[in-house]
């Protein structure tokens, strides 16, 4: 019962959401703004500390949802999951992030704001089982702490490969992947 470390009560376990690109697409509204390329993560033409920026947070604010991102999420909630948002936003984004969740219909969680690189060492202690990310460095690592990590396909991060890492380009082909860790099993 390989699973069974990231399981809460039986037949659930906790989700990590990364929120930038991932659930909300962040990189359309910097493309709107910025000149920057989306093969090379995190994009070295925004300056250091860009999101803390009134500039910076207004465009957290504007971005849209991933389609059906909202939907599968509440799907894994009602069947008894816990879901975790962890995000490398600024904690100054607290209040923004809370707001645009509600406001598109994610279902309630908790919010974890961690620097870079950090996702990781919160998974494996916290017993997150499955994780959806987008970061190819953030993927990289947390392949060694949950059971499974599915990356939203982007420029920057479709040539990512990992035994644990699963490349999807619509929300709809991870409805239902939840599933295999409901009676404790993973298939592998």
Request: glycine share 8%; net charge positive; hydrophobic share 45%.
């Amino acid at each position: 019962m390989f699973a069974s470390k990231w399981m809460g009560r039986p037949g659930s376990m906790r989700i990590g959401v990364d929120i930038c690109n991932t659930i909300a697409n962040v990189n359309a509204e910097i493309l709107k703004c910025y000149h920057v390329s989306l093969d090379v993560y995190p994009f070295p033409e925004l300056p250091a500390g860009f999101f803390s920026t009134t500039e910076g947070l207004t465009l957290l604010a504007r971005a849209k949802p991933l389609a059906g991102a909202a939907e599968v999420l509440k799907n894994y909630a009602l069947h008894g999951h816990e879901i975790i948002y962890i995000t490398s936003r600024p904690v100054i984004a607290a209040n923004i992030t809370r707001e645009w969740l509600a406001a598109h219909g994610f279902p309630r969680g908790s919010i974890v704001f961690l620097p870079r690189g950090y996702k990781k060492v919160f998974a494996a202690h916290y017993g997150i089982g499955l994780f959806f990310e987008d970061d190819p460095i953030e993927a990289a690592g947390l392949q060694e702490a949950v059971c499974q990590v599915y990356m939203p396909v982007w420029p920057y991060n479709r040539n990512v490969k990992g035994r644990y890492i699963q490349m999807f380009t619509s929300w709809k082909e991870v409805v239902n992947h939840a599933d295999c860790f409901s009676s404790g099993y993973m298939v592998l």
